[in-house]
């Protein structure tokens, strides 16, 4: 008789084993990915728990949904720029990338395994694609800091390649079982689906955005949870027009995640736990799924298989791309690497089984060999191939506290965190002696397990977690401030834009502190410069331009400029303390 009792007590020792184990795999070198799959595998029927579960549908449908959940919460995390900048070559990755890894991954195993070419290429589009969520978790999870336009790159080719290889992989089931033609139309079907799904992604992303800064709900703890509805809400609709679910609640995610949100910090902080539940589940259920007697039966042909993927297929398809797109020989072959298969290739490969294909079971089991072998080999290697290539970058160091402004109503405010570094501007100086704008405030020092008050004496230190509170506009101008500028490096230059600074804040400060060059006596302070150049009695709104700057009367007590606004005409032209060439 079933017992929900039953069903809630395996499910929860399942999860609570999986992320205690969790604790060990960086010690044993592996990624936690395995260790998930492993827990599964122990308390399936063949370990220890003994648990019958060969349910492949509900398999399907488990992975499914999880997959969505990582999809949207990986999107939430990617900025926009970084997204703009790896777009290109990402997408040129997850689409025809794609199809050449399948290509040559399914002309090998129809040679050695004796396949027919077309069932050696289902087997190639299943393995064809990189996995989300095993990109995801061995790059955030094992301390692996690479450079930002890396990171993007096999992010958004793993967020963004699933609608390829489900395509590739239902197209060529219906053609082994002869329910469809090779034609045109089967182009046709991909372009609609990418384009509904991208579609469908980017219009309810933000309207899902918009409903929920407008909304009023009564408990901060709904936010959350319609933002998780959204994202579902997003695959569903996508998915129900014939798109891609996949494409479109990742780029609901990448568009809600860029936009201002109330109760931001809860949103995103719902969702990592999500997706880590998501993770658990998925790979769990997924090791209950497999024999580990069937895997040890099929590992000669597993191991030709990932051989030819990881060694074979991947770099041909990785090196002309990224070439094209001028990235070094270093990153290709560390992108060529990465080629981490997971959970989409195993739910793929429930496909088959669900539909009736012929030696179904020989898909699974040869599919969920390859996936442990790309997960344990290349997931686990990626700290050393990152510094063996010298392509790993030292990563921030994570601040002991939080601050964050919570409120049920769109503020036009931040709570913005820096790490100081030794070439910072603001590093060794007092709060009193750096001038910081009228819409920026200094809230909290966080000094390694200290918490210290800012008080004007209080000296900032490299090392120093300094959170500030600021107007969305100042933004730009207090990133010059405590930014990091390593030597050599060429600063961005400043948009226009328009600050307050106080009275007595000398034309030097501008410059120290901001880069901003001003042609005056530098220990002139601001308001005397305005009274000099004005050559009458200031009053609220003169003004006047020196160069690319603007200098306005802001606001005055008595006779006396308490206020200057700065404007920025064009952008300021300092590096380092010397103006550029």
Do not use: C
């Not at 200094?442 to 600021?470: C, K, N, Q, W, Y």
């Amino acid at each position: 008789m079933f017992r929900v009792d039953g069903l809630i007590l395996a499910a929860s020792l399942l999860v609570l084993f999986a992320i205690g184990s969790s604790k060990f795999s960086s010690r044993l070198g592996v990624p936690v990915l395995v260790v998930f799959v492993g827990v599964g595998m122990l308390a399936g029927s063949e370990g220890f728990g003994g648990i019958e579960f060969g349910a492949f549908e509900p398999a399907h449908g488990i992975g499914t949904i999880a997959l969505a959940v990582i999809l949207f919460d990986g999107g939430l995390r990617t900025s926009i720029p970084a997204f703009r900048a790896a777009l290109a070559p990402s997408l040129t990755l997850a689409t025809l990338g794609v199809v050449v890894t399948a290509a040559v991954t399914g002309w090998a195993a129809s040679v050695l395994l004796g396949m027919s070419l077309l069932e050696g290429m289902l087997l190639g589009s299943i393995v064809g694609s990189t996995d989300a969520a095993a990109v995801f978790a061995v790059l955030r999870g094992k301390g692996v800091h690479l450079s930002e336009r890396l990171t993007s790159t096999l992010e958004v080719e793993s967020g963004s390649n699933d609608p390829m290889a489900v395509f590739l992989t239902i197209a060529l089931i219906q053609l082994l079982l002869g329910q469809i033609e090779a034609d045109l139309s089967l182009l046709a079907l991909f372009v609609r689906q990418m384009a509904i799904g991208g579609a469908v992604g980017v219009a309810v992303g933000w309207a899902a955005s918009e409903l929920i800064n407008r909304i009023d709900l009564d408990a901060a703890g709904l936010y959350p949870v319609l933002a998780a509805a959204s994202g579902l809400l997003v695959f569903g609709i996508a998915a129900s027009l014939g798109g891609s679910g996949f494409l479109a609640v990742y780029l609901a995610g990448i568009v809600i995640g860029n936009r201002r949100l109330v109760f931001r910090r809860g949103i995103f902080l719902f969702h990592d736990g999500m997706a880590w539940l998501a993770q658990i589940v998925m790979f769990t259920v997924l090791g209950l799924l497999s024999f580990p007697s069937r895997l040890i039966a099929v590992a000669g042909e597993g191991l030709i298989v990932a051989a030819v993927l990881v060694f074979v297929a991947r770099p041909i398809a990785v090196f002309p791309v990224l070439a094209a797109f001028r990235y070094s020989l270093r990153e290709i072959v560390l992108v060529s690497w990465v080629g981490l298969r997971g959970a989409v290739p195993i739910v793929l490969a429930t496909y088959p089984l669900m539909l009736g294909v012929p030696d179904a079971d020989l898909y699974f089991d040869v599919v969920f060999f390859v996936v442990l072998v790309s997960v344990v080999l290349q997931g686990s290697s990626l700290p050393f191939a990152a510094r063996a290539l010298g392509l790993q970058v030292p990563g921030e160091p994570e601040a002991p506290v939080t601050l964050e402004i919570t409120s049920l109503r769109e503020v036009q405010g931040d709570i913005v965190e820096y790490m100081v570094g030794p070439d910072s501007r603001a590093a060794g100086r007092t709060v009193r002696d750096m001038r910081l704008p009228e819409s920026a405030v200094i809230a909290m020092v966080a000094r390694g397990s200290e918490i210290v008050p800012p008080r004007g004496r209080t000296r900032i230190l490299d090392g120093d977690h300094v959170f500030l509170v600021l107007r969305p506009e100042a933004r730009s101008i207090v990133d010059r401030l405590f930014g990091r500028r390593p030597p050599g490096m060429v600063e961005e230059p400043l948009p226009a834009l328009t600050f307050q600074m106080k009275g007595e804040t000398k034309v030097e400060d501008l410059g120290t502190f901001y880069g901003v060059v001003v042609d005056a006596p530098s220990d002139m302070t601001l308001a005397a410069l305005l009274a000099d150049r004005l050559g009458e009695r200031a009053r609220a709104g003169d003004s006047l331009v020196i160069g690319d700057v603007s200098l306005r009367v802001h606001e005055m007590i008595g006779d006396a400029i308490e206020w200057v606004s700065v404007g920025l005409l064009a952008a300021a032209d300092e590096v380092d303390g010397g103006p550029l060439a």
